[in-house]
């Protein structure tokens, strides 16, 4: 069975410093990998999603992830912050086999100091 | 190209009723999947429907139901509800297969009381 672990539940950084939230999977074969944003009252976002190839993935946003199968990770950064970014950010894993079931992380709240 | 929309937004019902909440897909998507969010369980897999099929499924007890029209539209029906199934539930839509992004529409919130 696939699983997600997000250690971070809350993040706190200040506007304009780097951020980095990490993502650990838990999945037999090479898995689909997404990283979602949800803002208050609102739905999820895709910010970037890995399925093979090169291991560092460009999303939206400014954000990038890197795939790192030797420690079942998949850690999203940006490297300069804004305040705009606040929001919940969950990472999740899919599988060819699952359709488009995906299992998501606990997700991590990030909140920017001004 | 119009979003993924759901309706109702926001939906209080008492113990034992039973609720229907509706999905429109992405023009052109025929995949549509729903979940649940709550605070305690995180967001889980309910169901996807494809093509009018049920083609995956979720751990969740059979009072919470599916089903998919012939223009890709869904509903979900929970029966008999319960305290714990107050929840965002969120529905997504993408083309076909786990490559394609699913997007996600608002969600509508049930409170039950």
């Known amino acids: 069975a696939q699983s997600v672990t997000q250690p971070d539940i809350h993040i706190t950084v200040s506007e304009g410093a780097s951020l980095e939230l990490r993502c650990n999977y838990s999945?037999?074969?090479?898995?689909?990998l997404f990283w979602y944003v949800q803002s208050p009252g609102q739905g999820l976002q895709l910010l970037l999603k890995?399925?093979?190839?090169?291991?560092l993935v460009q999303g939206i946003k400014g954000f990038e992830a890197e795939f790192k199968r030797s420690q079942s990770s998949f850690n999203l950064r940006k490297p300069s912050v804004h305040w705009s970014d606040a929001a919940e950010y969950f990472c999740?894993?899919?599988?060819?086999?699952?359709?488009?079931?995906?299992?998501f992380g606990g997700g991590t709240r990030v909140l920017v100091k001004p | 190209k119009a979003g993924v929309t759901q309706t109702p937004r926001y939906l209080i019902k008492t113990r034992g009723q039973q609720v229907t909440l509706s999905c429109s897909p992405i023009?052109?998507?025929?995949?549509v999947s729903w979940y649940q969010q709550t605070p305690g369980q995180g967001l889980q897999f309910l169901f996807e429907?494809?093509?009018?099929?049920?083609?995956n499924k979720g751990n969740f007890p059979g009072r919470f139901s599916g089903r998919q029209f012939s223009n890709s539209r869904s509903e979900m029906n929970v029966s008999t509800l319960e305290l714990g199934d107050s929840a965002l539930y969120l529905c997504?839509?993408?083309?076909?297969?786990?490559?394609?992004?699913?997007?996600f529409g608002p969600g509508t919130r049930l409170l039950v009381l």
């Open positions: 429907y494809f093509s009018e099929t049920q083609r």
């Open positions: 999945y037999g074969a090479t898995p689909y």
């Open positions: 997504a839509s993408s083309l076909n297969t786990a490559q394609e992004t699913q997007y």
């Open positions: 023009s052109g998507h025929r995949s």
């Open positions: 999740a894993v899919g599988a060819k086999a699952a359709g488009n079931k995906l299992t």
């Open positions: 890995y399925f093979s190839g090169d291991t």
